[in-house]
């Protein structure tokens, strides 16, 4: 009898060469997460390019849960069945019938029929295969065929061990699984631009972990709150997250005092990123990933970006750097971002803000102040009050 399944497709990962086995090995990960705690148990098989979930859970969740792994270009229900040309109509048919009811009661539609065998020992040609179940549909539901733009496109699948019935093909998030690339540390604020960052680092491998600035004892919790149900969010595409919180409002203080003046945002983005690069250190980070956009806001200036970076040996990515604001909160949206995004929240990068920032910075310019802030002392402090909170996800 036939049994509902989804098939998770590659999409990069086709093209990897040796190391292909490593990239497989953290999409099986991936899956593993996205299937843990779904009302029933999954069944998780691996074949050449690509991955069968199978259970007893209803289609829409299954398919809900696949379309959250990275490194998967196409989601695709199907039904399996026996490796006959038999059982295989038999499926069409019954596919057909779950979709569209009975025949009679059915405008004709045009259709076409995708066989492809991933197995040639099976005894009929994709060619022999299609024709065969195509004039099958034409008996029984009486539609013409449309080989160029059909109507219905009914896929056939032929495995080792089964055959595949589908009617549907749904995009996947694409991109590389989680980890493949190495490990990122993300600086996460309450807005929209860094969780969207942080999705698309995700998206090209990288396991991220999260650090948020809070402005405490300047201000109160609630942007730690945002950061931790974002972090929660995010965590849905990659598991095992986790969220350090560092107060910085003294720090901030410190600086206002040193004479920052309108080099106060930057001197302060500068400060964070040395304190993002020695937790990153720690934790085995790569990398830094911010949610900059180039000319967004006067502190995301070209000169005052370069400023920022050098005050990192470490790598700083940022993946929205041409993205416009429009870009980055549809993005927000579909990875469902946006809403917490929204809420309010005391944002310790406007805490101190002269009423003119600087815009064409050099990193000569903040000797004199991070001298008198004696930066090398400041950022141990700094991270011995951090916080570690693992929101998980559902």
Known sequence: MARSCVLLKYGELMLKGRNRGTFERYLREAVQHAVAGASAP???????????LSGDLPREELVERAQRVLG?????????????????????????????????????RRFAVRAHRRDKSFPMSSEQL??????????????????????VEITIEVDQREVF?????????????????????????????SPVAA??????????????????????PSSTYKA???????????????LHVIPIGNAQRALATSGAGNLQVVAQRRLMVRTAEALATELGAQALVTGDS???????????MATVEQASALPLLRPLVAWDKDEIIGEARRIGTAEISTLPDEDCCSLLAPPRVATRTTPAQFERVERRLDIDELVPKLL???????????
Do not use: K
């Open 294 to 304: 180039l000319g967004q806001v006067s502190s995301q200036t070209l000169a005052n």
């Open 165 to 193: 019935v589908g009617l549907d093909r749904q995009r996947g998030r694409g991109g590389l699984p989680v980890g493949a690339s190495g490990r990122a540390l993300v600086m996460l604020s309450g807005g929209y631009d």
């Open 199 to 220: 999705y698309r680092a995700m998206r090209r491998g990288l396991r991220c972990d999260f650090l948020h600035f809070t402005g405490a004892p300047l201000t109160g």
């Open 228 to 242: 931790y149900a974002l972090t929660r969010q995010l965590d849905r595409f990659q598991g095992d997250s986790r």
């Open 130 to 151: 299609a024709a065969h179940v195509g004039s099958r549909v034409v008996e029984e539901w009486g539609w013409p065929v449309d080989l160029g733009d059909p109507d």
């Open 72 to 108: 998967v270009s196409v989601v695709q229900p199907v039904l399996r069945c026996g490796r006959s040309a038999e059982d295989t109509v038999d499926t069409v048919l019954r596919a057909l019938a779950e979709r569209f009811g009975s025949p009679a009661g059915t405008a004709p």
């Open 384 to 394: 011995a009050d951090v916080q570690v909170h693992v929101p998980g996800s559902d």
């Open 42 to 52: 999954v069944r998780i098989s691996q074949r050449p390019g690509v991955v069968v």
